[in-house]
């Protein structure tokens, strides 16, 4: 049984959830259906992954088989950087919510701290982060006080259960917690032990807002995308302390890197398309590793990030973690 977290909201949220980034469109419906039928309740999508509407048909299957009711998913999406504009933000809520075949999400998430021009969607969907499709960036004037107040709208209208923001460093939050009237109920940030983020974790808990960890398995992610620190990098799942602390307790390392993260508070949204590692990621709270090894694997901290987007594409116009 998969713990819940509490959040501000005074809602639940469960702490070991399911990730669609990357999760081809063909097998997507599938994928979920599969997943939900394994025990997953949380699942993580985005306009961004360009596959609501199959991760919707998944959910449809599996609430017409009678395996699932609607509420008692939690359903996450996440409003890309085209549509920051306050006047875009309800809009395209109201269309990825009808890809998904759903009324509300149960958190909606600002995906980057970044605005950029708007880009219909009869043009192009998922719009990605170009203007032109290729190559030009071109920003838009909304500041996140603009897109925020826009987010709290969706809470009023029911469109979205909570809210909040990925993506996000310590000085924009602090920003956003003083005109905030909804604080943000989560932090999605990539956290592993390669980036531990000590502070912001902190900042987080201090201010009452739930922290998910994406990315949690570190390079795995990220291999396909020829980036060379990724490459050059010890892969985690065979780092030698978390493969040591695993043996130890006869787990796989990957469930050693998602409790390092679930026992110290924080959610984990692993994605896997293999039924094997989608059951083994959702068992890893069932163990506890002592605190001796969770600072071990704390240790291993290099402050090295690998979603950004200048690892994706040449750029000078987006820096956004500097
Ligand atoms: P992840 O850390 O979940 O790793 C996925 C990779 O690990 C895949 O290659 C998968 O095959 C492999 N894997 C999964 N389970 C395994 C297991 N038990 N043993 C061995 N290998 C295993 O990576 P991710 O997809 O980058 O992150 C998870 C989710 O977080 C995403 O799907 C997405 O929903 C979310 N995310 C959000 C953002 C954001 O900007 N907010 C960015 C990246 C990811």
Redesign the pocket.
């Known amino acids: 049984m998969v713990p819940n977290i509490k959040l501000s909201t005074g809602q639940d949220m469960p702490q070991v959830g399911f ?4 999760v081809d469109n063909a097998i997507c419906a599938d994928t979920v259906y599969n997943a939900i039928k394994v025990g997953y309740r949380l699942f ?1 999508g ?1 306009c961004d992954y360009g596959n609501e509407v199959e991760a919707g048909q998944g959910v449809a299957r599996a609430i017409k088989e009678g395996i699932v009711k609607r509420e008692e998913l939690f359903i996450v999406s ?1 409003l890309w950087n085209t549509f920051h504009d306050g006047d875009r933000v309800e809009p395209i809520v109201r269309k990825q919510l009808a890809d998904w075949g759903v009324d509300y999400f149960d958190l909606y998430l600002i ?2 701290p970044v605005a950029l021009e708007y880009v219909d969607p009869s043009v192009r969907y998922p719009p990605g982060w170009h203007y032109d499709g290729s190559s030009e960036i071109r920003p838009s004037k909304a500041s996140i006080q603009e897109t925020w107040t826009a987010m709290e709208s969706l809470v009023g209208s029911g469109l979205a259960k909570n809210i909040g923001v ?2 996000f460093q310590a000085q924009l939050l602090y920003d956003l917690l003083r005109y905030a009237k909804i604080k943000p109920a989560t932090l ?1 940030i ?1 956290h592993h032990p390669y980036l531990v983020q000590p502070e912001l974790l902190r900042l987080a808990k201090t201010e009452g807002i739930a922290v998910t960890a ?5 390079p ?2 990220f291999a396909e995308f020829n980036m060379a620190h990724a490459a050059a990098i010890t892969p985690l ?1 065979e780092e030698a302390t978390v493969t040591a602390i695993a043996a130890k307790h006869g787990k ?1 390392p ?1 469930q050693v890197l998602l409790r390092w993260a679930t026992q110290r508070g924080l959610a984990v ?4 398309v ?1 039924e094997k ?1 989608m059951q ?2 959702l068992a890893s709270i069932e163990f506890d590793l002592e605190q001796s090894e969770i600072d071990q694997i704390s240790n291993l901290d290099k402050g090295l990030r690998f ?1 950004q987007p200048a690892n994706y594409f040449p750029t000078e116009a987006l820096w956004i973690f500097g």
């Open positions: 990730g669609l980034w990357k993580d985005a996440k995906h980057f990925s993506n999605q990539e994406y990315s949690s398995f570190g795995a992610s799942l796989e990957s949204i692993p994605k896997s293999r590692y083994s990621n979603n």
